[in-house]
């Protein structure tokens, strides 16, 4: 059972439909971390989140015993090190440092590229795509042999690459394209069917109808829809 | 043998090669130095880093490791016995550390990038502005994280001095092209400070470029005249 003071207090500021906000309550979840949750209206930014992030001013911030804790890759190398049952990263140097490696090229290169398809059509919009699609067949090798990014179960690289599975192909009803198609991606999609599998996962991603409509109502024409 | 277990591909002008050089010294640990040259790239490299073909790649027995921060990192983690721990043991200790090392890349360095790069006094006047306010951003980290000891890592050099450490030649090397101090003792007294005791490290001092070369170096890449 984790361990838990009386003046243990876990505050998450984020966005229900932020991918970087979910992934840090999938994190605590996992952990068996009780924790309030502070939804955030990201287009009318509340003063207690300008106060904790001064640097970037976005959300999720963790708050932990009055500790703030910004970027969300930052946030979930503390959970794991802070609550140590269920790890989320591995504990060999080598393993640890691919699963870094992993994470950072997800929120670097393969979301900064999907998102550049915003408002864009034609050629462009397709070159955009392929792009992505290149990017994403470093994943799809990576999956090879395995059910999860983490192995047998999930890792650091299945949490945040939720925002390949319920957020970028989630996407693809509204921007007409099979980004992830399954014939080019198998070992992707049948890794999202084993997310799927999990309660946790389950439980914390947002609901897809709301999600979707959502996006829709957020985007012009092409969005990713994400903070 | 010992020495050649452990390469690293790189180019002595990169401050983000700089880091994991550092670390090794930290470490005590012998390797062989595998210099790109310049404007073209290996083949080791090419099949070391697939995914970046960036340097640095450190090459331990043939595992490669790419990205300078998670080199860091598993330097630390894999000679975890030899010298001092790069990160603080605390768990919030070690995200504001790695919260500043992300910010550094993500903001600092692109800003001191722009500067070099940058054409009329507009341009130059905003550069100068986002310098400063990251300036006064780390000015503080500094003091948060250093406790009154002369590194951000306490009484040794760690991951956030190597961080933002590796990147004093090339703002030495910009102040002179731009004809303005860029780290002012006047205004960042503590991180001014730092920096001095930092160049002086015996660890840093064989793998920092110097300035009149460093200087040569950047006429080459930035073609453009400066001030």
Request: aromatic content about 10%.
């Amino acid at each position: 059972m984790a361990e838990r003071s009386e003046s243990e207090e876990v505050k998450l500021l984020g966005m229900w439909a932020s991918p970087f906000s979910r992934r840090i309550e999938i994190a605590l979840t996992l952990k068996g971390v009780s924790y309030e949750f502070s939804e955030e209206d990201i287009t009318n930014k509340s003063s207690l989140l300008l106060q904790l992030n001064p640097v970037y001013k976005m959300i999720p911030v963790l708050v932990h015993n009055g500790k703030p804790i910004s970027e969300s890759l930052v946030i979930l190398e503390y959970i794991d090190e802070t609550w140590r049952d269920n790890p989320i990263l591995p504990q060999d140097p080598y393993e640890k440092a691919m699963a870094r490696f992993w994470a950072k090229f997800v929120d670097e290169q393969i979301y900064v590229t999907a998102m550049k398809v915003v408002g864009k059509i034609g050629e462009e919009r397709d070159a955009v795509v392929e792009a992505t699609r290149d990017l994403l067949m470093f994943l799809e090798k990576e999956l090879v042999g395995k059910d999860f990014f983490g192995g047998r179960s999930l890792g650091f690289v299945d949490i945040v690459a939720t925002l390949v599975a319920f957020w970028l192909m989630r996407t693809e009803e509204i921007v007409g394209v099979k980004v992830v198609p399954v014939e080019k991606f198998p070992e992707i999609h049948r890794w999202v069917k084993n997310l799927l599998g999990n309660d946790v996962i389950k439980k914390c991603i947002p609901p897809e109808d709301e999600h979707l409509q959502y996006i829709r109502a957020r985007s012009c024409v092409l969005s990713l829809g994400f903070v | 043998m010992a020495r050649s277990d452990v390469k690293l591909i790189g180019a002595w002008a990169s401050p983000f090669v700089m880091r994991p050089r550092i670390a090794l010294n930290l470490k005590s640990v012998p390797y062989e130095f595998l210099q790109e040259t310049f404007g073209s790239k290996s083949e080791l490299l090419l099949k070391s880093n697939p995914v970046h073909k960036k340097i640095p790649v450190l090459l331990h027995g043939d595992k490669p490791v790419c990205e300078s921060n998670i080199i860091v990192e598993y330097i630390d983690d894999t000679w975890s016995s030899s010298g001092p721990s790069m990160l603080p043991s605390d768990p919030y200790d070690r995200a504001m550390a790695r919260f500043w090392a992300a910010y550094i890349d993500e903001k600092w360095f692109v800003a001191l990038k722009s500067f070099l790069k940058a054409g009329g006094e507009e341009e130059k006047k905003a550069v100068i502005a986002q310098l400063e306010e990251g300036n006064a951003f780390l000015e503080k980290a500094f003091i948060d994280c250093s406790k009154g000891k002369p590194f951000f890592n306490g009484d040794n050099i760690g991951y956030l001095d190597i961080a933002l450490g590796c990147f004093l030649a090339w703002l030495r090397v910009t102040e002179l092209a731009v004809s303005h101090k860029i780290l002012d003792e006047a205004k960042t007294p503590s991180l001014s400070k730092w920096a001095e005791n930092f160049c002086n490290d015996p660890a840093v001092k064989p793998v920092m470029p110097e300035t009149a070369k460093l200087a040569e170096f950047a006429k080459k890449i930035f073609p453009k005249p400066q001030a």
